[in-house]
């Protein structure tokens, strides 16, 4: 009982310091990014494009385009509301922009009653605040509760935060702040990484940018958990590509939210230098930042462990990083504990020279760093040996990366064997490697085979090439000369190459009784064309048999016919109208139209022309129906 219960304590702690970890940071080569985003959208073609583009250039303090303000005052329509929110949210941040307050202050506040909904109060609210225009705050309290109260959508409140925040010291806006937790809860955690709303990035960075506000408009920190803010902080980094003006003006706004207030600002770690460590390149360079890559103060850096990845042993534990003349910057040379090459996960720790408790995750920063060498290859071998016997009829030792002088021969009767061991060159150990094929291609036909090398304990490389069995179940059996080339490849070493061991003339056994293997001159070269064929068609009977039937089938109508003329039929009761005629015709086409169908008209004709002569039957046969029941009646 106690084992499980310390089981899930691990688990949930593995869990929460997964969460603590913001994935990545804005960085500056992603702002410079978002900036061109914005600067992309001029010359402006609406207010919207225009406020989200003047908005985040001003985010990102870079400059606003200089005709902004002339596009502001020449597009806003004074009667609409949102209209007036656009241009009034971009001149206010482009500061020195003024435009028709009169006229606008009239529209804002006529929008401010009962009847409106919360976006609309919403863009009324904020175009007051942009023009400094005075807010009836209790009037606008009273409208809010009854506008959520018909919409309580998620965005309705989420507008609702942004609305309390710019309402007078007087009012109380308590129950906004409270509805940030249940407005959290409505969010979905995905893969314990990110929280997002199912909207997407709208309401997810309007309630970041709306938690912040309404926040510091109260001075208390919202009812929001370390995990969420971090989850919420990544979900909006995870947009930071997007190349919509609106969106990534939102990344922007949500961002800096999360980067400057005094509640809570998510800590990021990160590599400043390549993840690659090699003698070339000893140290590593981490930056501690937040999510906008700004400085968060004096702080010390150090490590907690190294571990490496693949067999989880440990490199080293504490280990404190220099600081230098960046002050978000430390290094650490990681080549002194004399790592073997492969990835290892450092677990970094933070700690400020003025403790500050809105800081989150600075004490489980995590970055990942590769060690990387160079690989040398010695001991290498080249041996035929006697299938039978076992026996070594010839060795050659060769050194990389030179090609055996000569060709060698083998048959049937024997196999060929290459041994070699991989070393690391900083070292010289034995070091292995994820690839170390053997590759043999015809020099001729250009027809290659790849083969795996086997390794033993002690890292020797070998691979066998039993000649008789490899010629029946690879090479087709078709003898002459091949290639023999080492290829070593891994992610954790420099120099990968591919070597030209030596050429080989293997002779494979050829059975007399089957037909010599085809050449092929290239793989590549094209195929023969391939003609579809239909299927013949069935053979028809001959016309004496195809006659006889036809004769037999026409039997029952002469009969019938020398029937009629026996007892005389009676004709003076057939209606000499259009639709009798027609109809009798039209039957009569349709009799005529199965014999077309026998004879030669296939399927897709005989429905055609059977739709017309059907509809002109099926009129003429109703029309001599309701005749004939007229007449009678």
């Known amino acids: 009982m106690a084992k499980g219960i310390g089981l899930l304590l691990l688990l949930a702690f593995a869990i929460t310091g997964h969460a603590l970890r913001p994935i990545s940071t804005l960085t500056l080569e992603d702002q410079a990014r978002l900036r061109a985003v914005f600067e992309q959208a001029q010359p402006f073609t609406d207010l919207a494009h225009a406020h989200y583009s003047i908005l985040g250039l001003t985010l990102l303090s870079a400059p606003a385009p200089k ?75 009273k409208f809010l509760k009854a506008a959520l109260k018909k919409d309580d959508s998620l965005l309705s409140q989420i507008y609702g935060l942004y609305i309390a925040s710019k309402l007078s010291a007087e009012t109380d806006v308590t129950e906004y702040l409270n509805s940030v937790e249940d407005i959290a809860a409505q969010a979905d955690e995905i893969d314990d990484l990110y929280l997002q709303f199912e909207a997407g990035i709208l309401p997810s960075a309007m309630f970041i940018d709306g938690s912040v506000k309404i926040s510091e408009k109260t001075n208390k920190k919202p009812a929001l958990t370390e995990e969420q803010v971090v989850m919420a902080g990544n979900y909006i980094l995870s947009r930071k590509t997007t190349q919509n003006v609106r969106n990534a003006y939102l990344v922007v706004l949500a961002t ?31 930056q501690v930042t937040d999510l906008m890559t700004g400085s968060i103060g004096q702080l010390s850096i150090s490590t907690k462990s190294a571990v490496r990845k693949s067999d989880r042993s440990k490199l080293f534990t504490e280990k404190k990083l220099a600081g230098t003349a960046d002050k978000t910057k430390f290094d650490l040379n990681f080549l002194e504990s004399k790592p073997a090459p492969g990835f290892y996960d450092v677990t970094l720790v933070g700690k400020l020279a003025k403790p500050d408790s809105k800081f989150i ?27 039978d016997q076992s026996i070594a009829t010839k060795t050659v030792n060769v050194q990389h990366p030179r090609k055996v002088a000569s060709p060698i021969d083998a048959d049937y009767h024997q196999n060929v064997m290459l041994k070699f061991v991989l070393k690391d060159k900083a070292t010289n150990k034995p070091m292995p490697v994820h690839q170390a094929f053997i590759r043999m291609a015809n020099l001729k036909t250009k027809q290659e085979v790849i083969f795996t090398s086997d390794r033993t304990d002690t890292l020797q490389y070998s691979f066998k090439l039993d000649v008789a069995e490899s010629g029946r179940d690879h090479f087709n059996a078709l003898s002459g000369k091949y290639s023999m080339e080492l290829i070593i490849g891994d992610a954790s070493i420099q120099n990968p190459f591919l070597w030209h061991v030596a050429d080989v003339n293997l002779k494979f056994y050829e059975d007399p009784s089957k037909k010599a293997p085809e050449v092929a001159s290239s793989p590549y070269e094209p195929k023969p064309v391939i003609d579809h064929m239909f299927r013949v068609p069935e053979k028809r009977p001959s016309k004496t048999v195809s006659s006889l039937f036809t004769g037999l089938i026409a039997v029952p109508l002469l009969v019938l016919l020398a029937l009629w003329a026996k007892l005389g039929v009676n004709l003076s009761n057939f209606p000499m109208s259009l639709s009798a005629v027609g109809f009798h015709v039209g039957l009569g086409a349709i009799f005529g139209l199965f014999y077309c169908y026998w004879a030669y008209l296939n399927m897709f004709q005989t429905i055609r022309y059977l739709t017309i002569i059907s509809i002109v039957t099926f009129i003429c046969g109703n029309r001599l129906l309701g005749s004939i029941a007229a007449r009678k009646g």
């Open 256 to 286: 800096k939210a999360l980067s400057n207030n005094k509640f809570f600002v998510p800590v990021g770690f990160s590599l400043a230098s390549s993840i690659t460590v090699s003698p070339a390149q000893p140290k590593i360079i981490v």
């Open 67 to 141: 005709d902004a303000c002339t596009f502001l005052k020449a597009k806003v329509d004074v009667s609409n509301v949102q209209s007036l929110y656009h241009a009034t949210s971009a001149a206010k941040a482009l500061g020195n922009c003024q435009l028709n307050a009169a006229k606008a202050k009239q529209t804002l506040n006529t929008a401010l009653n009962e009847s409106a909904d919360v976006p609309t109060l919403f863009y009324a609210v904020s175009a007051l605040d942009s023009l400094k225009f005075p807010i009836n705050s209790a009037d606008v309290a």
């Open 361 to 387: 995750g600075l004490a489980d920063g995590s970055i990942t760093v590769k060690v990387v060498t160079e690989v040398i290859v010695e001991e290498v071998e080249l041996l035929v040996i006697d299938r």
